[in-house]
């Protein structure tokens, strides 16, 4: 008999992950959970998209997967109003965005800061939005990747938590790139969700604190400045 004190992963620190799409990131989260790296009960994957390829992943990996559709709310507000209960149905530890395009609402981001994070893929501060690889190439970069970074109500702007880099060379496209930092994310996005599920990472008067330090991606990125 499973009762919810027996259930497989209960006593794990929680997490619900927010999804638009192809849900790659998301996979890597499943796998680290299956493959013991990540300590972590996955509760619910939820994506604003019924069609998100992301939502078979989570069935086929016995998570509870979620649809909660913008288009059948009439403002941003009544959408992000449905959004929350559904997460807060999981009393998560911590929230995950990992390719969940929509932008949420003020209200959405201070009922769950200090527990909510992002994966976008760019050196943040550059390039915050969409398109980041076009830009990064138009822009002449000669070094691009990806951050991990507490959402805060400004889009894309919340304290960087960890970050990648990888070498922009001769003849990159957009899609060249993209695999290339997307292999980074990859990487990226479960060393941070491990760090904040044991209890390493916090977010602290509006700053990223990795065992009670400023984090070195935080760090290095104000070196480069
Ligand atoms: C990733 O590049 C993520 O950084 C961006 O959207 C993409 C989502 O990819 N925000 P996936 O759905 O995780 O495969």
Known sequence: MTTAGTEPGAGRPSLVVLISGRGSNLQTILDAIRDGRLNAKLRAVISNNPDAPGLERARRAGIPAEVVDHRNFPSRETFDAELRRHIDRHAPALVVLAGFMRILSDDFIRHFEGRLLNIHPSLLPEFPG?????????????????????????????????????????????????????????????EAIGWFLAGRLTLSNGQALLDGRPVPATANHRNSQ
Not at 163 to 177: H, K, M
Not at 181 to 188: K, S, T, Y
Request: glycine share 6%; proline share 8%.
């Open 130 to 190: 969409l398109n980041t690889h076009a830009r990064a190439l138009a822009a002449g970069a000669r070094e691009h990747g990806a951050s991990v970074h507490f959402v805060t109500p400004a889009v894309d702007a919340g304290p960087v938590v960890l970050q990648a880099r990888v070498a922009v060379e001769p003849g990159d496209t957009p899609v060249t790139l993209a695999a290339r930092v997307l292999r980074e994310e990859h990487r990226i996005l479960p």
